[in-house]
């Protein structure tokens, strides 16, 4: 579908500016929602023009069977049903499905909103059961050997021990790290400011090695007089840029591969290693919470799944009468 269709474009206009999604989340939906009109486009034999589009939008006519706007904006249940089904028949796994519905409802909720709509079918469709995964975690001596892949004998190579030790220490995401400047760095309360999902801020606290491996790039940096100005990125590339977050997992991939470790490992991994150790030793949920940046307390609490079942390990294997008879 090459022609764009200007209630779709709106909408991702949305996200960005108002609910202050990523590009890349953005991105995801837009697919979501093209496939949709896709689907509609070969459901109902539409040929789309971007004249007719956007004046379908202008006058609002959601009565219209003509254009593509005209369709969503009149959809109704069986045409989402209909959609389903046939996202069921090209073989989408669950959680596929569940993400693509999730969009629908969001684009729906959105349209609803602005009386773009007069009624929303999202609200009679379920979001199918899906078993949830557990997140991937790496124990504390594999966390270890990561950690001293890295030789902080030149800037590049301190550099990117800082972020590894800033990224275990922190629990912080790729795109956080990545998004650091020089004056989010509070050295002194040994602390970084953080900005998150929807560009909230928060204050996470480092550790002593993490902040001694930043220290240690900081001086390389200034060896070398690469420019870190407060509103100058923390963590730079050979240009003096910022690094991007790919950059940064194939960093980590990298020093997998010199550690000897799981090359699936991925820098989310870390994040989930950062949680599950903090719970395995007492750390209070909540707390963590915080710390992860976390809006929701459930999305926490998938990582007492994992302290649980290591629990449940430790005690099969140390108590006297834990096996079974």
């Known amino acids: 579908m090459s022609a764009a269709i200007p209630l779709i474009e709106q909408f991702l206009s949305y996200l960005i500016d108002e609910r202050h999604f ?3 989340t953005s991105r995801c939906y837009g697919l979501d929602l093209r496939q ?5 486009a070969t459901e109902y034999s539409i040929e789309i023009d971007a004249a007719a589009e956007c004046a379908a939008l202008d006058r609002r006519e959601s009565g219209s069977t003509a254009t593509i706007c005209g369709r969503l904006l009149s959809a109704d249940v069986e045409v989402v049903r209909g959609f389903l089904t046939h996202l069921a028949g090209q073989n989408y ?3 596929t499905t569940a993400r693509k519905i999730a969009t629908l409802r969001s684009f729906h909720k959105w349209m609803e909103k602005r009386g773009l709509t007069a009624s929303n079918p999202m609200t009679l469709i379920r979001t199918p059961k899906q078993a949830r995964r557990l997140p991937k975690a790496i124990s504390v001596d594999q966390v270890e050997r990561l950690l001293g892949a890295p030789s902080d004998a030149d800037l590049l190579g301190a550099r990117d021990r800082a972020i590894l030790e800033t990224l275990y220490s922190s629990g912080i995401r790729v795109s956080e790290v990545v998004a650091i400047n020089r004056g989010d760095l509070d050295i002194e309360g040994g602390q970084l400011k953080v900005k998150g999902k929807g560009r909230r801020e928060r204050a996470v606290p480092i550790g002593s090695h993490a902040m001694g491996a930043i220290a240690r790039y900081l001086t390389r940096a200034e060896a070398e007089r690469v420019p870190m100005d407060p509103t100058c990125p923390l963590f730079v590339n050979k240009l003096g840029s910022r ?7 194939r960093k980590v991939s990298k020093y997998l591969k010199i550690a000897g470790l799981d090359p699936d490992i991925s820098p989310h991994t870390i994040r989930h290693s950062f949680a599950t150790h903090l ?3 007492g750390a209070d949920l909540r707390a963590v919470q915080e710390l992860l940046g976390h809006q929701s307390l459930s999305s926490t609490q ?4 994992l302290t649980t079942a290591r629990m449940r390990e430790a005690y099969d294997r140390a108590h006297p009468r834990a096996e079974a008879s």
């Open 22 to 24: 990523s590009p890349y």
């Open 36 to 40: 949709f009109a896709d689907f509609i």
């Open 93 to 95: 796994s669950a959680a």
């Open 243 to 249: 690094l991007s977050s790919r950059s940064v997992r």
């Open 279 to 281: 719970l395995d030793n």
């Open 302 to 305: 998938v990582y007492t799944h």
